[in-house]
């Protein structure tokens, strides 16, 4: 197997790669002009370079096919049909491989009250309309019971909040509920944790499994719009206890479940707002102020639409596996550059969460063109120090902003707002 490009198996152990390459039941049948281990750093550069063609990105990573001279474009075609042999199921386990290994990672003052803190959050993504895409990953209805444009990718991740790495992800078509896909990577939550969760996660059957099993396995959750309850311990003015009745739905679903079910309540005041957030967090150790400001961490998947995809509505793939492909090569480069940051910010003195993602992102991509460039083997050690020491300069700024006072901005029009001016004429 040629060399994978070393920067990016700086972090990805090339045992890794091997292992997921043998996934690909085509990869070792015969060898292609362009290899599958190519390919699948093609697919993370797809990541990094959103606005690129795709054969626009293999050439500024510098891949070429077998026999051509690396400044000779790859047909278009021939990439394509390149990343259909990969498929999707190498670049997934690659990605479950990272997370697996990087997301319980602990940095120094990386925990809250001796736990681990994670987030569980959901997105959608949307794909190209195609008569495959639609029939395969659905869309939603609108008031006029027409569909919507676009067919409808449904993404829920788990992510470590203070290093912000993804320790695992579902993909599935639209209907999929998020609450059904979370389930399945409740296991993946260590002991001694708290897990934030989006309002949409609200279900005793998914909170109290996460408690009940393992050891010290917390979660915290704004609280359901009109909720019926019945308090049962008042701590203090904004904390208490709080029992609630199990769905029928729910116990249908898991016979196992009781008829009722307890949770703290904690109401805290922001920006002259009350906020409400429930949470299996006991009031003997962990205090009203101190859950308030916890749920104040709590993690979106922000970094991946909006500075990966530079906030494009689309996937660019438009056959079913290369949209998979396409998101866990998203996921998976998103893994290597929380990574690269994270040990930035350790080899400086700061934390991971001080490191500003999107510079960071670019910051990362525009190195890897002038690696790829570069004999990959000579100075590799000094090129990823270089590299980290240019992400020393990323920080976030933790000064307090100046006070300005709001403004209203008038909305665009190609119509005068001014009612004295002069008709048009």
């Known amino acids: 197997?040629?060399?994978?490009?070393?920067?990016?198996?700086?972090?990805?152990?090339?045992?890794?790669?091997?292992?997921?390459?043998?996934?690909?039941?085509?990869?070792?049948?015969?060898?292609?002009?362009?290899?599958?281990?190519?390919?699948?750093?093609?697919?993370?550069?797809?990541?990094?370079?959103?606005?690129?063609?795709?054969?626009?990105?293999?050439?500024?990573?510098?891949?070429?096919?077998?026999?051509?001279?690396?400044?000779?474009?790859?047909?278009?075609?021939?990439?394509?049909?390149?990343?259909?042999?990969?498929?999707?199921?190498?670049?997934?386990?690659?990605?479950?491989?990272?997370?697996?290994?990087?997301?319980?990672?602990?940095?120094?003052?990386?925990?809250?009250?001796?736990?681990?803190?994670?987030?569980?959050?959901?997105?959608?993504?949307?794909?190209?309309?195609?008569?495959?895409?639609?029939?395969?990953?659905?869309?939603?209805?609108?008031?006029?019971?027409?569909?919507?444009?676009?067919?409808?990718?449904?993404?829920?991740?788990?992510?470590?909040v203070r290093s912000h790495v993804i320790l695992d992800a579902r993909l599935s078509p639209y209907r999929r509920s998020e609450m059904r896909l979370a389930d399945e990577f409740l296991q993946q939550i260590p002991d001694h944790s708290v897990t934030l969760f989006d309002k949409g996660f609200w279900g005793a059957e998914l909170l109290s499994s996460l408690s009940r099993t393992g050891t010290h396995r917390h979660w915290l959750i704004p609280a359901k719009k009109g909720l019926v309850c019945e308090e049962v311990v008042r701590y203090s003015q904004h904390d208490r206890l709080v029992r609630m009745n199990v769905s029928p739905q729910a116990r249908k679903r898991n016979p196992t479940l009781p008829s009722h079910w307890e949770a703290r309540e904690v109401s805290y005041e922001i920006q002259g707002k009350v906020k409400t957030v429930m949470t299996s967090l006991p009031a003997k150790t962990y205090t009203t102020q101190s859950v308030a400001r916890l749920y104040q961490e709590r993690w979106e998947i922000r970094d991946i639409k909006s500075?990966?995809?530079q906030n494009a509505m689309t996937l660019r793939s438009k056959k079913m596996e290369l949209v998979y492909q396409e998101v866990w090569g998203l996921l998976l480069a998103y893994n290597v550059i929380r990574r690269e940051a994270s040990q930035a910010a350790v080899a400086f003195g700061r934390t991971p969460s001080d490191i500003r993602f999107k510079p960071a992102c670019q910051y990362i991509a525009v190195q890897l063109i002038v690696m790829a460039a570069a004999n990959p083997v000579s100075?590799?050690?000094?090129?990823?120090?270089?590299?980290?020491?240019?992400?020393?300069?990323?920080?976030?700024?933790?000064?307090?902003?100046?006070?300005?006072?709001?403004?209203?901005k008038i909305s665009k029009t190609r119509f005068p707002v001014d009612r004295k001016a002069a008709p048009l004429k």
Not at 391 to 407: A, E, N
Request: include cysteine; charge should be positive.
């Open 1 to 160: 197997m040629p060399k994978a490009p070393t920067h990016f198996t700086q972090h990805i152990p090339i045992e890794w790669v091997a292992s997921a390459l043998d996934l690909s039941s085509q990869a070792t049948i015969r060898r292609r002009r362009l290899p599958a281990d190519q390919v699948l750093w093609l697919v993370l550069g797809m990541a990094l370079f959103r606005d690129e063609p795709v054969h626009e990105v293999a050439r500024r990573l510098n891949i070429c096919a077998q026999g051509l001279a690396s400044d000779h474009l790859l047909a278009r075609s021939g990439v394509t049909e390149a990343r259909k042999r990969l498929g999707a199921d190498p670049v997934e386990w690659l990605f479950r491989k990272t997370g697996n290994h990087w997301g319980i990672e602990r940095y120094d003052e990386d925990t809250w009250h001796d736990l681990q803190v994670f987030a569980v959050d959901g997105a959608l993504l949307r794909t190209a309309d195609t008569p495959e895409l639609r029939d395969h990953f659905g869309s939603g209805n609108t008031a006029s019971d027409r569909q919507t444009p676009f067919p409808m990718l449904r993404l829920v991740a788990l992510m470590n």
């Open 307 to 309: 500075s990966m995809q």
């Open 379 to 408: 100075a590799t050690g000094r090129r990823l120090a270089e590299l980290r020491a240019g992400i020393g300069g990323l920080f976030l700024d933790l000064r307090p902003r100046p006070l300005r006072p709001r403004t209203v």
